[in-house]
């Protein structure tokens, strides 16, 4: 996290409100700090865990926690870098016209942990570099939308980065609750009203009794 980022977020805890509340007008720090923030809580989702559970496939289509950063990190580099004429050269083989599919939503053997974090953290900078260096309204191309359709502003890339991430970002925070039963953005941040696990125990029996409940009335 940049220094402006730790700012913002500092700015968050002092006001309730995520966001730059020292310049509320400055629409590029509200995009910043929402997308480092779940940055940052994808990346988490890996600390701790062995090889295998970062990278073994956790539903029927194979989600895994590191294939959803390697993801995360070709969509960085995609949308606010090839589609703003800012190629940042990082070969990605697993997006190449011939390439298998889905190949970018699972790691290799041979795709290190530290390659695939540390080719995300130079998509962030790449990116971040892209949101600093152009005004939000300046158009790009899409290079894998149709022709015609292909058109977009910086400020439509980056909301559309943030959303693709956070969504990512539920889907780790679930399998990292199935794996281990960590959870929330971070370490220190949970945002759960117990930690207590009888409290969860009788909370979800509680949901399953309403569950049958409402099955048998249908």
Do not use: C
């Amino acid at each position: 996290m940049t220094a402006s980022d730790a700012e913002n977020a500092e700015n968050a805890k002092e006001t309730g409100n995520a966001g730059n509340a020292k310049d509320p007008g400055n629409a590029k720090a509200d995009l910043r700090f929402y997308l480092q923030s779940a940055r940052d809580a994808l990346l988490w989702k890996l600390d701790g865990l062995p090889e295998y559970d970062v990278r073994r496939p956790l539903t029927p289509t194979g989600t895994n926690l590191l294939g959803l950063v390697k993801h995360a990190a070709g969509v960085e580099l995609g949308y606010l870098g090839d589609t703003f004429g800012r190629p940042s050269g990082e070969p990605l083989p697993w997006l190449a016209d011939a390439a298998a599919a889905n190949g970018d939503m699972w790691a290799t053997a041979d795709e290190s942990r530290a390659y695939v974090v540390e080719l995300y953290r130079r998509a962030w900078a790449h990116a971040d570099a892209t949101i600093e260096a152009l005004p939000l309204d300046t158009a790009g191309r899409v290079p894998w939308w149709p022709d015609g359709r292909d058109g977009l502003t910086l400020h439509h890339a980056v909301v559309r980065v943030i959303a693709d991430t956070h969504r990512h970002a539920g889907h780790a925070d679930i399998l990292r609750e199935l794996l281990d039963g960590a959870v929330g953005t971070d370490e220190s941040n949970t945002s759960l009203p117990s930690s207590d696990p009888a409290w969860w125990e009788a909370y979800r029996n509680r949901l399953e009794q309403a569950a049958r409940q409402a099955a048998d009335r249908g």
